[in-house]
T-cell receptor, first 115, second 112 residues
């Protein structure tokens, strides 16, 4: 597709369950980012990938959060033993690689609701 | 630390001008500006790099004052389509791709 694709668009689950969120970046984009946006708030950085490696995981809130990227393309963000405070919109963005600052292109996000 | 945006919210009539500011306590290399409409993904507007350049197209432009670690977004003769929440994202490295630290946003409402 032409843009960043995220699935599912909405996810409702019970507290304590595990969830997987998927991001399919723009073809050819080597950098991939995960952010979290709570209601009415700004974007909170979670993790950044360059290719398949994650140089910066500093934003992951706890060890319940993990992410991987395979084939330099699709990324999965996994949240284990979900808590109510995990409820938010999870946004993925991708950008061209290289040594120049590039725009980040965002997907529409996954709205996660923990009951 | 999160950059501070001001104002937090502003309401304008169509055709009026707006200025949105973004200030950081850290030395910045880049400032990105995005606009997000309710329920939609943030959309890239422009990047400014260290050097104090000013960029823009048509009625939306921005400046970056590296001495003050501050960027301003200027919207002139605002249109209804400009409504949304504007976020600045700041970067501290000239490495290239890096995480951005986003401000809390400025909600702009344009009324007819």
């Amino acid at each position: 597709g032409a843009g960043v694709s995220q699935s599912p668009s909405n996810k409702v689950t019970e507290k304590g369950k595990d969830v997987e969120l998927r991001c399919d970046p723009i073809s050819g984009h080597t950098a991939l980012y995960w952010y979290r946006q709570s209601l009415g708030q700004g974007l909170e950085f979670l993790i950044y990938f360059q290719g398949n490696s994650a140089p910066d995981k500093s934003g992951l809130p706890s060890d319940r959060f993990s992410a991987e990227r395979t084939g330099g393309s699709v990324s999965t963000l996994t949240i284990q033993r979900t808590q109510q405070e995990d409820s938010a919109v999870y946004l993925c963005a991708s950008s061209l690689g290289g040594n120049r600052n590039q725009p980040q292109h965002f997907g529409d996000g996954t709205r996660l609701s923990i009951l | 630390q999160q950059p501070v945006q001001s104002p937090q919210a502003v309401i304008l009539r169509e055709g009026e001008d707006a200025v949105i500011n973004c200030s950081s306590s850290k030395a910045l290399y880049s400032v990105h500006w995005y606009r997000q409409k309710h329920g939609e993904a943030p959309v890239f507007l422009m990047i400014l790099l260290k050097g104090g350049e000013q960029k823009g197209h048509e009625k939306i432009s921005a400046s970056f004052n590296e001495k003050k670690q501050q960027s301003s977004l200027y919207l002139t003769a605002s249109q209804l389509s400009y409504s949304g929440t504007y976020f600045c994202g700041t970067g501290i490295s000239n490495f290239g791709n890096e995480k951005l630290t986003f401000g809390t946003g400025t909600r702009l409402t344009i009324i007819p």
